[in-house]
């Protein structure tokens, strides 16, 4: 009878992976800033999508959530970017126009 309890080739131990929760807090952000909240989600989209992408590359392998990191990312950028656009065509633009004296309420006196 042969002892199994002296394995010359044991099994190493699986590597624990964990997701990044800033990572979920960014895609959870990035999504708010599309729907509900388009400035401060998108602020945290972006925030804690660069935290966790340093916590990502820091991990060593054992930090999951790079996609839902960058997910968070372009969210949060793309809507920012349109949230800047919309505030010069809809305020920016408009004083400027009035400033110069071209009516922009389609009405001439």
């Known amino acids: 009878m042969s002892d199994n309890t002296s394995n010359p ?23 708010t800033g599309f729907t509900v909240l388009p400035f401060l989600g998108s ?4 925030i804690f999508g660069h935290i966790a992408k340093s916590e990502i ?3 060593g392998g054992r930090i999951t959530g790079n996609g839902m990191a960058t997910a968070g990312l372009i969210m949060g950028y793309v809507t920012l970017g349109l949230g800047i656009c919309a505030l010069c065509v809809f305020v920016i633009l408009p004083l400027i126009l009035a400033a110069i004296g071209i009516s922009t309420s389609g009405y001439s006196y």
């Open 9 to 31: 080739n044991p099994m190493p131990a699986p590597s624990m992976t964990q997701t990044s929760t800033m990572a979920i807090i960014s895609l959870i952000g990035g999504i």
């Open 43 to 46: 602020l945290a989209g972006i």
């Open 57 to 59: 590359k820091k991990g």
